[in-house]
């Protein structure tokens, strides 16, 4: 005799469209942006040792909010959730502009709301407030699902020896995340050995963070520190789908534009068969890339069961988009697309970057065929 299954309880279905609130955030956000994010002027930035503009930022975390937007009203934040964040790095994506928000106000915050401790409430008021700047450390290579490092050791007492690569903006941050054998620490960063590295994408700066009896504040244990981390890694993949949304948005309307006035044989470019073709096709890729990165940030506000599966199809799609339509912004504008001075070369580096980060689309895809347990190739 058999016993009958119970049938599973239906998602709600995800809501893609974007509130009035978010709209209105997307404008403030945007304008700032626009005003002090110029092409220009972070072609300027990224030649420099400090690429990031502080005064940007304080008027993106604490003017506009955006630094506690995961951050509960009752610790200093906005209490708002990862649609509205989303929306954010939307916005960035599209300006390409050196800001820690990823690092900072989604890894390094999730990272702490999951460690659920008074040791970590201080902190936690401090990024909502963007007085203050926290990242992990951890390579931002690391992904969903991926076994986490062990490369930072405890001496004993809170003290810390070890060395993590390709921590990015480690040369923005006040205080470092660090994963110790031990547990979660807050680190000063003027404590650790911070050593830029040289990115493909100088927006976003890596670093190399080392460790040499470097005194932290114990925030949790080992086993509650490894589930916060693996936590913010799945928000950060599925938020980071939306900033690559943002660039292929971008890469599309300026190609457009352009092919609209430039001319050639006495007619606009954009007017010739084959490329309102490539054209069309990338829109129906940005469309669809709309919907994935929308999906994974209402699954993670909404605390779905099927947000690791969303994620990992945002992440598995969203990245070759962005990378397509980049490239497809850099060739179409012809030589002025390959010039340094023709902001192009930064979303096309970016979006490289980006199909790096927090997972690349191939282990994505593998997450994917895991959940819908397909048999392995």
């Known amino acids: 005799m058999t016993t009958p299954m119970t049938p599973a309880t239906p998602s709600a279905p995800a809501d893609l469209l974007y509130s009035e609130a978010e709209e209105e955030l997307r404008t403030a956000v945007r304008s700032l942006l626009e ?10 930035r990224i030649e420099t040792d400090r690429p990031h503009d502080p005064a940007l930022w304080r008027t993106l975390a604490a003017g506009i909010g955006a630094a506690g937007l995961l951050v509960p009203e009752k610790l200093g934040g906005q209490g708002a959730s990862h649609r509205e964040a989303a929306v954010v790095l939307e916005e960035l994506g599209r300006a390409v502009v050196p800001t820690p928000y990823l690092t900072s106000a989604v890894l390094a915050t999730e990272i702490l709301l999951g460690c659920d401790t008074e040791d970590a409430v201080p902190l936690l008021r401090e990024l909502a407030s963007g007085r203050q700047v926290c990242v992990p450390a951890v390579p931002l290579t690391l992904a969903p699902g991926a076994p986490l490092p062990a490369a930072v050791r405890d001496s004993g007492g809170g003290t810390l020896t070890g060395t993590v690569t390709s921590v990015a ?8 995340l660090v994963l110790a054998d031990t547990g979660l620490y807050a680190v000063p960063a003027a404590s650790a050995g911070i050593t830029p590295q040289v ?8 670093a190399t963070v080392t460790l040499d009896a470097a005194a932290g504040t114990r925030l949790a244990d080992p086993a509650t520190a490894r589930a916060a981390v693996a936590g913010a890694l799945l928000s950060g993949a599925g938020l980071l789908a939306s900033e690559q949304l943002g660039i292929a948005e971008w890469c599309l309307t300026e190609t457009v534009g352009y092919l609209k006035v430039r001319h050639q044989f006495n007619r606009p470019v954009g007017s010739f068969q084959a490329l309102k073709h490539r054209l069309a096709r990338l829109w129906l890729d940005v469309a669809s890339a709309r919907a994935a990165a929308r999906a994974a940030a209402d699954a993670l506000a909404t605390q779905s069961p099927d947000a690791p599966l969303t994620v990992a199809v945002a992440q598995a799609y969203c990245s070759g988009v962005a990378v397509r339509a980049a490239e497809e912004c850099v060739q179409l504008h012809g030589g002025i697309g390959m010039t340094w001075e023709h902001p192009a070369h930064l979303y096309l580096k970016r979006a490289k970057a980006d199909s790096l980060a927090l997972g690349t689309a191939g282990h994505h895809r593998g997450l994917v065929a895991d959940f819908a347990e397909l048999p392995a190739p």
Request: glycine share 8%; proline share 12%.
């Open 169 to 176: 903006d480690a040369v923005a941050a006040d205080v470092l």
């Open 199 to 206: 990115p493909l994408d100088l927006t976003r700066p890596l």
């Open 35 to 44: 005003a002090r994010g110029t092409p220009a002027g972070i072609l300027a």
